[in-house]
């Protein structure tokens, strides 16, 4: 079965930080990835997502994402935070061919002027 | 983009009775999801609605205790019947964008359970 794995479950950061949220996932065949933020009181968001081609794609608010097939891994990266990127951030894959999402168990980050 | 409201957005509910949540989509789409975030853990999908057929639920999750309507392609409800303290939870509509490139999701609806 698909699974995700997050690594960090709280991240604490100063202003100007950079940032790495791992994300890991068990699927050996084509995968979508994608990165969801939820900030405080709003709804999920898609924040970046990867489908094919170029493994380094770029989101909203500065954030990318690596994708390494061979490692399993989509790690998410912003080189300077803001107080205003606190929020949960969620990874999530999706199966080719299927549709539904599997989440990982998020990573709360709080960022700290 | 879709729209999505929800409600209610919270409820607080007895041990033995049900909850019936609604969802409704600005637009009309093929498939809508329902997700279980409970207390400090992830997503997970609890069936997938399709308009004029059976929900499909995952493993975990049963038809009577998470029935599912979906009446048109705007609109579904999820019912979580018989609560327990453990259905304690926040309960997430989304819907594909169309593209199968992202979901877009409700404000969800808190539900604790006494």
């Known amino acids: 079965a698909q699974s995700v794995s997050q690594h960090n479950h709280h991240v604490i950061l100063s202003e100007a930080a950079s940032l790495e949220l791992g994300c890991n996932y068990s699927?050996?065949?084509?995968?979508?990835l994608f990165w969801y933020v939820q900030y405080p009181g709003q709804h999920l968001q898609l924040l970046l997502k990867?489908?094919?081609?170029?493994?380094l794609v770029k989101g909203i608010k500065g954030f990318e994402a690596e994708f390494i097939k061979s490692k399993f891994s989509f790690n998410l990266r912003k080189p300077s935070v803001q107080w205003s990127d606190t929020a949960e951030y969620f990874c999530a894959v999706r199966a080719g061919g299927y549709n539904k999402l599997i989440f990982g168990a998020g990573t709360r980050l709080a960022v700290h002027p | 983009s879709a729209v999505i409201s929800q409600k209610p957005s919270r409820d607080i509910c007895q041990r033995g009775t049900s909850l019936t949540i609604q969802c409704q989509v600005d637009?009309?789409?093929?498939?809508m999801f329902w997700y279980r975030q409970q207390p400090g853990q992830s997503l997970t999908l609890i069936a997938t609605a399709n308009q004029g057929s059976e929900a499909t639920y995952e493993s975990g999750f049963v038809i009577d205790k998470f029935p599912i309507s979906r009446p048109n392609l705007t609109f579904s409800t999820l019912t979580v019947s018989n609560l327990s303290p453990e259905d304690s939870s926040i309960y997430l509509c989304?819907?594909?964008?169309?593209?199968?490139?992202?979901?877009?999701f409700g404000s969800g609806t808190q539900l604790s359970v006494l």
């Open positions: 990867y489908f094919s081609g170029d493994p």
């Open positions: 699927y050996g065949g084509t995968v979508n």
């Open positions: 989304s819907v594909d964008g169309g593209s199968r490139e992202k979901l877009f």
């Open positions: 637009s009309q789409v093929t498939m």
